[in-house]
């Protein structure tokens, strides 16, 4: 292993251990269940949360690295239950870096529902762009799982699914924002839930919701200043 391999492999160690944090902090796992990995970039592995392991015994050197096949390439634990899911995922879209797996209260009820959630609020439509979609049904174990969340994502601008019948799966450019889409989503649905329960929701223009996503995903937040002209 090269040295730049090695400190990669650190960094991105420390990185999901400690995002697996904010899975905790806001409330989006219970017990053991859940996951974060993220994508080892410029080599076919990845760094993924062993299988069955207290969240407050987490630490990078328990983090495990598996290339794209499943396969564990370094690490004393068995990786996720999960983990040919994210494999398959990363194998499938380049664009991904991290892929976050969760069972959250609220969400999880609409994939309990088969039910996507519909695009109701500014905030959804900033982050997701839209509807956030239901996929299929698959057992947990194979690349069943990883299949049904390309095909349901591909093409769409969401970063979450509900998986029916089982919970989120998000992704993004790097892990961090795979959480963030995870937090997000869970904010979403319970909204969603509670909206339902107060009545029909207004609905939105599909102009405003492409607007909303635009300027969120382009304008709003910090932006690295411009070159000078020389």
Known sequence: ????????????????????????RYGLVAWTSGNVSARVPGHDLMVIKPSGVDYDDLAPENMVVCDLDGLVVE????????TAAHAYVYRAMPEVGGVVHTHSGYATAWAARGES???????????????IPIGPFALIGGDDIGKGIVATLAGHRSPAVLMRNHGVFTIGRDARAAVKAAVMCEDVARTAHLTRALGEPLPMAAADIDALYERYQNVYGQRSPSPASP
């Not at 991105?12 to 904010?22: D, I, P, Q």
């Not at 690490?75 to 999960?82: Q, V």
């Not at 959630?117 to 509807?131: M, R, V, W």
């Open 117 to 131: 959630i519909p695009c109701h609020l500014t905030a959804q439509a900033d982050e997701f762009g839209g509807e």
């Open 1 to 24: 292993m090269s040295a730049e391999l090695g400190q990669q492999l650190r960094g991105l160690r420390e990185s999901v251990a400690r995002l697996h944090g904010e899975l905790t």
């Open 75 to 82: 690490g004393d634990h068995a990786p996720s239950s999960d």
